[in-house]
């Protein structure tokens, strides 16, 4: 890890062209499995961290996009 790493990974980054829909095809795609979880296992702390872990594999996949190239 290195100083410029963290100036990567702490500093707000505009989307570029053709992001923004990269953005809104990976939040669909995880919104429908987070349904399925939610439909198909019981309401319980399990069931909260399976979706939690999706949420959080978003915020992981928009990070690898918008410091792409950086």
């Not at 979880?37 to 979706?51: R, V, Y």
């Not at 949420?55 to 410091?67: K, L, Q, Y």
Request: hydrophobic share 40%; with cysteine; aromatic share 8%.
């Amino acid at each position: 890890m290195t100083e410029a790493d963290l100036d990567k990974w702490f500093t707000y980054h505009a989307p570029k062209p053709g992001q923004p829909e990269q953005y809104e095809r990976i939040r669909s795609v995880a919104k429908m499995f987070a349904r399925t979880i939610m439909e198909n296992t019981p309401q319980c702390a399990d069931q909260t961290a399976a979706i939690r872990k999706v949420r959080e594999a978003v915020m992981t996949a928009n990070a690898a996009i918008a410091c792409e190239g950086e």
